[in-house]
């Protein structure tokens, strides 16, 4: 994280240079996008079996961490760092991190109720093995688990997320000054961003609410992810989400186990559930973290 601050912070060591054309700035974008684009085609090209489980959420914040160490090192490129930025540039960086923020503390709030349901179950199956024959009162508290969903009550504006602003192509102003263009490009890579983000915190926050429409809201949030980078992997997520109910895939192992009163295997899907909390809890804790920091040391800039 200290790396990519730094990059996005700072400007070069040696002078900033005035003669930088748009075919080097075009290159620059192209290439920003080519780093994304290797890592969707490296780690959705085959067909994914679940993509609502540790394996597809994992997947989902490894996009972000890509997303976001090709967007520093894009800053870094074009040699265009957070104290250049202008009040609009820097405006849509700050509503980014402010939503991104919320969907993490709404992915935190499913995340801790999954855990409060596993200790529920957890204390239910000790009680049925503590008690020979197993009994009736022990055996009820065995409980399916069903979503939760914090974020339908949010509403946002989708300030600087509209489709025509997605373009691969640079559209630079017509005043002349290349530190125009080199704006330009931060904000193109910028709208990117914000839409690669939302969709991969939208699907791991529809896993753990249990509900399709969480996705389709954030999908709406961000003016659709008509991207041509990111199309068809929302066209996978958009196809494994359909219907209004879903559950991800260590929920529906657990609830298929206390339908079948297995104790055994529930005990071992137990630890699988455990071992995914865990894992999210560090992932979206880390990203909360790294996406602070970026937006604290932006406003400190603004101060000095």
Request: with cysteine; proline share 3%.
């Given at each position: 994280?200290?790396?990519?601050?730094?990059?996005?912070?700072?400007?070069?060591?040696?002078?900033?240079?005035?003669?930088?054309?748009?075919?080097?700035?075009?290159?620059?974008?192209?290439?920003?996008?080519?780093?994304?684009?290797?890592?969707?085609?490296?780690?959705?090209?085959?067909?994914?079996?679940?993509?609502?489980?540790?394996?597809?959420?994992?997947?989902?914040?490894?996009?972000?961490?890509?997303?976001?160490?090709?967007?520093?090192?894009?800053?870094?490129?074009?040699?265009?760092?957070?104290?250049?930025?202008?009040?609009?540039?820097?405006?849509?960086?700050?509503?980014?991190?402010?939503?991104?923020?919320?969907?993490?503390?709404?992915?935190?709030?499913?995340?801790?109720?999954?855990?409060?349901?596993?200790?529920?179950?957890?204390?239910?199956?000790?009680?049925?093995?503590?008690?020979?024959?197993?009994?009736?009162?022990?055996?009820?508290?065995?409980?399916?688990?069903?979503?939760?969903?914090?974020?339908?009550?949010?509403?946002?504006?989708?300030?600087?997320?509209?489709?025509?602003?997605?373009?691969?192509?640079?559209?630079?102003?017509?005043?002349?000054?290349?530190?125009?263009?080199?704006?330009?490009?931060?904000?193109?890579?910028?709208?990117?961003?914000?839409?690669?983000?939302?969709?991969?915190?939208?699907?791991?926050?529809?896993?753990?609410?249990?509900?399709?429409?969480?996705?389709?809201?954030?999908?709406?949030?961000?003016?659709?992810?008509?991207?041509?980078?990111?199309?068809?992997?929302?066209?996978?997520?958009?196809?494994?989400?359909?219907?209004?109910?879903i559950v991800m895939e260590e929920v529906?192992?657990?609830?298929?186990?206390?339908?079948?009163?297995?104790?055994?295997?529930?005990?071992?899907?137990?630890?699988?559930?455990?071992?995914?909390?865990?894992?999210?809890?560090?992932?979206?804790?880390?990203?909360?973290?790294?996406?602070?920091?970026?937006?604290?040391?932006?406003?400190?800039?603004?101060?000095?």
């Open positions: 994280m200290v790396l990519l601050l730094h990059k996005l912070a700072l400007p070069l060591k040696f002078p900033s240079s005035n003669h930088r054309s748009s075919g080097n700035l075009s290159a620059s974008l192209h290439n920003f996008r080519s780093r994304i684009s290797g890592f969707i085609t490296q780690t959705w090209s085959k067909p994914e079996k679940y993509f609502l489980s540790r394996t597809g959420f994992d997947k989902c914040f490894e996009l972000i961490q890509t997303t976001n160490r090709a967007f520093a090192k894009l800053v870094v490129e074009i040699d265009h760092p957070m104290s250049r930025w202008s009040g609009k540039l820097t405006e849509s960086y700050l509503s980014h991190t402010l939503i991104s923020l919320d969907i993490l503390n709404a992915v935190s709030s499913s995340v801790s109720h999954l855990n409060q349901a596993k200790i529920s179950i957890s204390h239910a199956v000790s009680l049925i093995q503590n008690s020979s024959p197993p009994s009736s009162a022990a055996a009820s508290r065995l409980k399916k688990i069903a979503g939760e969903n914090p974020y339908s009550c949010k509403k946002f504006k989708s300030e600087g997320l509209s489709s025509s602003s997605s373009s691969s192509s640079i559209r630079f102003q017509e005043r002349p000054g290349f530190e125009n263009d080199q704006e330009s490009v931060v904000l193109q890579a910028l709208v990117l961003c914000k839409k690669i983000v939302l969709m991969a915190l939208g699907s791991v926050l529809s896993g753990f609410c249990g509900d399709a429409k969480t996705y389709m809201e954030i999908r709406e949030l961000a003016g659709g992810f008509d991207d041509s980078l990111i199309k068809d992997l929302d066209l996978k997520f958009c196809q494994e989400i359909q219907g209004n109910l529906k192992e657990i609830n298929n186990a206390i339908e079948e009163f297995s104790v055994e295997v529930l005990k071992i899907r137990l630890d699988e559930l455990e071992n995914l909390i865990q894992s999210i809890e560090k992932q979206t804790n880390h990203l909360f973290s790294e996406i602070l920091a970026a937006r604290n040391k932006l406003l400190d800039n603004l101060r000095f």
